[in-house]
């Protein structure tokens, strides 16, 4: 469950801690719910289209939010798409 | 009437400063020869008057004191000896004494008689007249007791026949001084404005970016050209230099992509073992990628860079720090930032977010594991300093110079992918916003970026 209002994600009703940046990717991805979502779009939703050239910092907060997300379930909802981008899925 | 008037006047600077020299010069002599002709033609007039003024003040106590008989006698001699001639009126108006020509003493007793008629006793000053060429001055005298009028003239006609002589030499004098003057003014002319053509052949000469290369040779030029032949040279050169750069950059450009293309049909083409090609092809699909991108950049940053704004240089570098540390944090980076708060700054967000992230991106990349990078923005006397330090693999002195050359990538640069433009975008971006960018290092003990904004 993603809360943008209240700026919290619980996974099985467990509030799971993020910092803005990772929740505006985590927010971002469940608004295309289903759907590849590409670096540079997410670049350009969490930190601006100025800052296109760090897009590989995405990556980064991808990594961070599976560990966290990890500490509460076992499924993989973040998958990556070579080449593409990723997509929040459940199974 | 305004089509005929090229026609009538030159239009080359050359014609114009002729005509205006030969003008002046003309009408400086006939101004002379006016002025000197009329001194000389009063001065010579006031002699003759005085002479004749004298005559006249002898031959009046002649005619009062002597009798009739000596009288003309003595009369004609006193004045004749003068080379003058004397008219002597009885009161009736009838000719006395005259020694003029028959056709000079007709109309010269006529005035007279009438000066006879409108004299005074009173004023013995003589009347002073002019008839055909001679200067007559004319007295009341008694004749025969009564009131009758003695006249005394001189004749002109050789001295305006000299004056006229000398005037004419004049004129000869000015028209033959004028001829070779005119025709040395004129080469002079040519002479002087030599270089005006030299530099305008010079220019013309240019004809196409090939030819770029051409410089006017200013040694032989005054100051005045000399500053037009500098401004149009420092213009040439300019020129030049963007010509080059474009060149330049094609053909680097094309080189960049060429090899990784060249890779990438090699592989293609061998078509062994295919997992490891896969991901060497796909590096090299990579490396293209990120050269188009940049090459994009740089052409759409060459017509925004007109877009400015206010915006706090200090949270951009805070973010910058952010990124830093997140992308370091792979590599256990340590990142120390010291960034005073409150800098502002006007300019294009974008390129100069652009400008500083090229520079602490090479310093993620070419740190060592765990080594440290230094984030610096504070305000100096001088102007803003933005530092990024390093502890990383360094630049190779060899290569230092070169390191903002746009696609050179240095010996150490082999396993990290790049375009090779990113200093060169940085470097480019940073002066067009008036600031400096330069960079100290020392191979394997790490790089030093300096900004000053």
């Known amino acids: 469950m993603i809360h943008p209002t209240a700026h919290e994600a619980k996974v099985d009703n467990k509030a799971i801690e993020l910092t803005a940046k990772e929740f505006a990717v985590l927010e971002y991805l469940g608004r295309n719910y289903g759907q590849v979502v590409t670096r540079t779009m997410l670049m350009e939703q969490v930190w601006g289209s100025d800052?296109?050239?760090?897009?590989?910092?995405?990556?980064?907060?991808?990594?961070?939010?599976?560990?966290?997300?990890?500490?509460?379930?076992?499924?993989?909802?973040?998958?990556?798409?070579r080449g593409k981008g990723y997509v929040l899925k459940e199974s | 009437m305004k089509q005929s008037w090229p026609r009538l006047l030159p239009n080359t600077l050359r014609g114009k400063l002729s005509l205006w020299y030969v003008g002046t010069t003309t009408f400086l002599f006939l101004v002379l020869?006016?002025?000197?002709?009329?001194?000389?033609?009063?001065?010579?007039?006031?002699?003759?008057?005085?002479?004749?003024?004298?005559?006249?003040?002898?031959?009046?106590?002649?005619?009062?004191?002597?009798?009739?008989?000596?009288?003309?006698?003595?009369?004609?001699?006193?004045?004749?000896?003068?080379?003058?001639?004397?008219?002597?009126?009885?009161?009736?108006?009838?000719?006395?004494?005259?020694?003029?020509?028959?056709?000079?003493?007709?109309?010269?007793?006529?005035?007279?008689?009438?000066?006879?008629?409108?004299?005074?006793?009173?004023?013995?000053?003589?009347?002073?007249?002019?008839?055909?060429?001679?200067?007559?001055?004319?007295?009341?005298?008694?004749?025969?007791?009564?009131?009758?009028?003695l006249a005394v003239g001189y004749s002109t006609d050789v001295i305006e026949k000299t004056f006229?002589?000398?005037?004419?030499?004049?004129?000869?004098?000015?028209?033959?001084?004028?001829?070779?003057?005119?025709?040395?003014?004129?080469?002079?002319?040519?002479?002087?404005?030599?270089?005006?053509?030299?530099?305008?052949?010079?220019?013309?000469?240019?004809?196409?970016?090939?030819?770029?290369?051409?410089?006017?040779?200013?040694?032989?030029?005054?100051?005045?050209?000399?500053?037009?032949?500098?401004?149009?040279?420092?213009?040439?050169?300019?020129?030049?230099?963007?010509?080059?750069?474009e060149q330049d950059f094609f053909s680097d450009a094309a080189h960049t992509l060429k090899t990784p293309l060249a890779a990438l049909r090699s592989h293609v083409e061998s078509n062994q073992s295919p997992r490891k090609t896969k991901a060497e092809m796909l590096a090299s699909l990579d490396r293209v990628m990120v050269t188009v991108e940049d090459l994009l950049y740089m052409a759409k940053a060459q017509s925004n860079s007109t877009i400015v704004e206010d915006f706090s240089l200090s949270e951009l570098v805070e973010e910058l720090g952010e990124l830093v540390e997140l992308l370091g944090a792979e590599k256990r980076l340590s990142v120390q930032s010291t960034i005073e708060p409150d800098i502002n700054f006007r300019g294009n967000r974008g390129l100069i977010i652009r400008a500083l992230g090229n520079l602490v991106q090479n310093a993620i990349h070419y740190s060592n594991k765990g080594g440290s990078i230094t984030i610096q923005l504070t305000k100096e006397v001088s102007g803003t300093l933005f530092r990024v330090s390093d502890e990383g693999v360094g630049i190779d002195d060899h290569d230092l110079p070169h390191i903002y050359d746009r696609f050179y990538r240095g010996k150490n640069t082999i396993t990290h992918k790049g375009s090779g433009l990113g200093l060169a975008i940085s470097k480019s971006v940073i002066e067009a916003h008036g600031g400096k960018l330069t960079i100290e290092s020392s191979l394997g003990k790490g790089t030093k970026v300096t900004v000053w904004l």
């Open chain 1, 51 to 81: 800052f296109e050239t760090f897009s590989n910092v995405i990556d980064v907060y991808i990594k961070n939010l599976r560990n966290k997300l990890k500490a509460h379930t076992d499924i993989n909802l973040i998958r990556t798409i």
């Open chain 2, 33 to 149: 020869i006016g002025f000197f002709s009329f001194l000389t033609w009063s001065a010579l007039n006031t002699q003759i008057d005085h002479h004749i003024h004298v005559v006249i003040e002898e031959a009046r106590p002649v005619v009062e004191n002597y009798p009739t008989s000596r009288r003309d006698e003595l009369l004609k001699r006193l004045v004749g000896s003068k080379g003058m001639i004397v008219t002597l009126l009885s009161p009736d108006g009838a000719a006395v004494v005259q020694t003029a020509s028959t056709d000079i003493a007709l109309t010269s007793e006529h005035y007279i008689q009438q000066i006879m008629v409108n004299s005074n006793w009173e004023s013995r000053a003589p009347d002073h007249f002019s008839i055909q060429g001679i200067r007559f001055a004319a007295v009341p005298v008694s004749v025969n007791a009564g009131k009758g009028i």
């Open chain 2, 164 to 245: 006229r002589q000398i005037v004419v030499s004049g004129t000869l004098i000015l028209i033959f001084l004028l001829t070779p003057l005119s025709y040395l003014g004129y080469r002079l002319l040519v002479r002087q404005l030599q270089p005006v053509e030299t530099l305008a052949i010079s220019l013309k000469k240019v004809t196409d970016p090939n030819s770029l290369g051409v410089r006017i040779d200013t040694s032989t030029m005054t100051q005045e050209l000399k500053t037009i032949a500098q401004a149009a040279n420092q213009m040439l050169h300019r020129l030049e230099m963007t010509f080059q750069y």
